[in-house]
């Protein structure tokens, strides 16, 4: 049973660039949480969603990122015009229904770095 | 709220045992331990519901303190395997059913 799935592991980027992170949850999760990590700091929330809808955005930028998850195909977070601030680890987790006592399955991350 | 969690760092010999400490300033209604390796996912160890329940596999458990709005690891006879950052992530009571709040993590260390 594979686990969550992300790609690319490693993204370097020129700032103006864009950025574009795929999550793959794990057979039988129809729920994608992004969560962002930056060095020697904790897990920051930022965007829930089901299948074709976004459920809680709040923690996410109001300008320059977007996030979604298709009927068909990965979640795609998507960082437009990237500055160097964007410079983090980026976690998708998955889990089969959004309650507090799921668990929350984490992918391997996308490294992003912007030059 | 971000739950503080302590010690920040701990290093630890082979066999040796260790308390990891997760609060949170608002009531808890669920706290959710994960292990990250440098590089790594995060791992999802255990989840403790309100109702000071104590979990556990192995050698590490865990309880949960209401009252003192509090979670401990627990990690007995310490396995190099053990090394890693330690995050506890709570849901408040009264807040979303999905949305995980993280500490900023405990380093441990387990030296042979």
């Known amino acids: 049973n594979a686990g969550v799935m992300q790609n690319p592991r490693h993204l370097v980027r020129r700032r103006g660039q864009e950025a574009r992170l795929r999550c793959s949850p794990m057979?039988?999760?129809?729920?994608v949480y992004w969560y962002r990590q930056l060095p020697e700091e904790g897990l920051k929330f930022m965007v829930y969603?089901?299948?074709?809808?976004?459920?809680?955005e709040s923690g996410m930028p109001k300008e320059r990122f977007s996030a979604e998850f298709p009927k068909e195909g990965p979640s795609i977070l998507r960082i437009q015009q990237v500055v160097r601030g964007d410079s983090a680890a980026y976690f998708c987790?998955?889990?089969?229904?959004?309650?507090?006592?799921?668990?929350?399955?984490f992918g391997p991350g996308t490294r992003l770095l912007v030059l | 709220q971000q739950p503080v969690q302590s010690p920040q760092a701990v290093i630890l010999r082979e066999g040796e045992d260790a308390v990891i400490n997760c609060s949170s300033s608002k009531a808890l209604y669920s706290v959710h331990w994960y292990r990250q390796k440098h590089g790594e996912a995060p791992v999802f160890l255990m989840i403790l519901l309100k109702g000071g329940e104590q979990k556990g596999h192995e050698k590490i458990s865990a309880s949960f303190n209401e009252k003192k709005q509090q979670s401990s690891l627990y990690l007995t006879a310490s396995q190099l395997s053990y090394s890693g950052t330690y995050f506890c992530g709570t849901h408040n009571s009264g807040g979303s059913n999905y949305k995980l709040t993280f500490g900023k993590g405990t380093l441990l260390t387990v030296n042979p």
């Open positions: 057979k039988g999760h129809s729920h």
């Open positions: 987790a998955s889990s089969p229904i959004g309650a507090i006592q799921e668990t929350q399955y």
């Open positions: 969603l089901q299948k074709e809808n976004i459920i809680d």
